[in-house]
């Protein structure tokens, strides 16, 4: 799926609302069930290049390790730190100076 962009970007959005779905916040899984559509339609193939890929696609593997070892803790900051990586975020840090680095939990 790394390199087919429209593979990937559903498997992306796959992940992202299983994600959801196991965290056992129903109002949270309801919310991502119904943006669903949105966000696929917003993904931009311009940003889904091999490089991006692959960083997004390590970043969900500590996501899903830390859920593994049932370290919220590690897969709370994992998730935020993937989060900070999009480039609607980057753009936004650029631009405000909001979203500084955070230090990684014990």
């Keep these: 799926a790394q390199n087919n962009t429209e593979v990937w970007a559903q498997a992306d959005l796959d992940y992202h609302l299983l994600l959801a779905k196991v965290s056992g916040n ?3 899984a309801s919310v991502m069930e119904n943006l669903s559509h949105c966000i696929a339609v917003c ?3 311009y940003h889904l290049n091999p ?5 997004y696609y390590q ?6 390790e830390a859920i593994l070892d049932r370290n919220a803790a590690q897969a709370a900051f994992y998730m ?3 989060l900070r990586h999009l480039p609607w975020q980057e753009n936004l840090r650029v631009s405000t100076g909001i979203g500084g680095p955070d230090q990684m939990p014990s």
């Design 26 to 28: 129903t109002l949270f």
């Design 43 to 45: 993904v931009d193939p």
């Design 51 to 55: 490089v991006r890929m692959k960083l």
């Design 59 to 64: 970043h969900h593997l500590k996501v899903y």
């Design 80 to 82: 935020q730190d993937h």
